[in-house]
């Protein structure tokens, strides 16, 4: 009897092994923080898992900061290491041009292109052809504290002239001693902020020729105005410290009216648990200026792509499927909106999120990308170094910006070549 359980055991551990040598293994490299938590994107994938029992998918997860530098190892060694890798709207032109991500084009159909964002697709899109799927979509908004506001009886501002009228308002009455936080820290969220004040203002980096210009005109002025109102004490100090999570802390603990953000802060900022102002905190369309437009938000979307070193590019591309897929983005919509234009008219989505959905139609509208060039890895760099010291006062503006521009040009000038 023993004997045939030991031979059971035997066949059932040759058969197990067989079904697992006959699997085909992927896998994913995801961001720890923002939009979709590990514990979404690992519940996502075993629903997948379920589905296909014919694959396994390995994850692997690093902090935002670390992502680029991982997928360019990973790709430029062609190793293979990673089939499917979480790809930021602003690398779509280095990784394209490099050759690393698979042109996805036809594999999308016409009938689901036609329902995903315009404004969403370009997260994932270079030179007219598609390098990934649109997953984690995102934008920034504006938020305010609604109590603070009824106290000096405003108006929720249209314009950025109106944001700073009422926060000279809250300063001399002493509710809140400075009234604006924004994210100005050093690196990609410094040059995210001066973005939209530069694109509500009407302004662009770059002239017709593609040659920088952001040592004059709105840019400059986006800048100065950024340093004028810090100067006035209408900006927190702690601004040129702080990120997306220093800005959430800050607005939550009552510390200021007005904020800028990703979607993320919008539940935390009112859940009694993460925050002082629960109840308070009310989510719009991030102001514009009266002579340029209406608004402007940064496109934050991020999207799936697949690496061209893939060995299993057609099973990778069904995980993604799986993971931008209506009824799953509609299920974990808590973190992040859908991509899905129809969904943003379903009763059970707008019953779950109902301002969130009804700023996020309108704030959609006005969204722009960063500057869709293989260099702008670089390119952010010198402007997060230079608007640093601006707002620091190791340099003026001017004196940043043309640094800024000459720097630019210097490595355009290597691409070039």
Not at 2 to 25: D, Q, S, T, W, Y
Not at 164 to 179: F, S, T
Not at 210 to 239: I, Y
Not at 270 to 280: K, L, V
Request: charged share 25%; net charge negative.
């Amino acid at each position: 009897m023993k004997r045939l359980i030991g031979m059971l055991f035997l066949v059932g551990v040759v058969l197990f092994g067989a079904c697992a040598l006959g699997k085909v293994e992927i896998s994913g490299l995801f961001m720890k923080q923002a939009g979709y938590q590990e514990s979404d994107i690992r519940a996502m994938t075993e629903e997948f898992l379920k589905m296909r029992p014919d694959i396994d998918v390995k994850l692997s997860f690093v902090a935002y900061e670390e992502l680029h530098d991982k997928i360019v190892v990973a790709a430029a060694s062609g190793a293979g290491t990673y089939d499917v890798i979480l790809l930021d709207c602003i690398w779509p032109a280095e990784f394209a041009e490099a050759g690393w991500l698979l042109d996805v084009t036809e594999r999308l159909s016409e009938e689901d292109r036609a329902d995903i964002f315009p404004e969403v697709l370009s997260a994932v899109t270079y030179r007219g052809r598609l390098y990934g799927m649109p997953w984690l979509n995102d934008w920034e908004y504006f938020f305010y504290n609604k109590k603070m506001l009824e106290a000096v009886g405003a108006e929720p501002p249209t314009y950025w002239t109106e944001v700073i009228d009422i926060a000279r308002k809250l300063k001399a009455q002493n509710i809140v001693e400075y009234p604006i936080i924004d994210a100005w820290g050093q690196g990609e969220a410094v040059v995210i902020q001066w973005l939209q004040y530069v694109y509500a203002m009407g302004g662009t980096l770059f002239d017709e020729a593609g040659n920088p210009t952001m040592n004059k005109g709105k840019p400059l002025e986006a800048l100065e105005f950024m340093v004028q109102h810090m100067d006035e004490g209408l900006f927190n100090p702690a601004c040129i410290e702080s990120f997306y999570e220093e800005v959430r802390r800050v607005f939550s603990a009552g510390q200021a009216a007005f904020g800028l953000n990703w979607t993320y802060m919008y539940n935390l900022a009112n859940d009694p648990a993460e925050s002082q102002i629960a109840g308070d905190a009310v989510i719009a369309v991030i102001p514009g200026f009266p002579d340029g437009r209406r608004s402007a938000t940064c496109n934050g979307g991020m999207g799936l792509s697949i690496l061209t070193s893939s060995q299993h590019p057609d099973e990778a591309w069904d995980y993604i499927q799986h993971l931008a897929s209506k009824e799953v983005q509609k299920k974990y919509s808590q973190n992040a909106l859908p991509i899905w234009k129809s969904l943003y008219d379903d009763p059970e989505l707008i019953a779950q999120q109902p301002e969130l959905i009804k700023v996020a139609k309108e704030q959609i509208h006005y969204i722009f990308d960063r500057p869709q060039v293989p260099w702008y890895s670089q390119l952010s760099l010198i402007l997060s170094e230079e608007l640093q010291a601006a707002l620091t006062k190791a340099k003026t503006p001017k004196q940043a910006m043309d640094d800024a521009v000459s720097r630019a040009k210097e490595v355009m000038e290597r691409y070039a070549q």
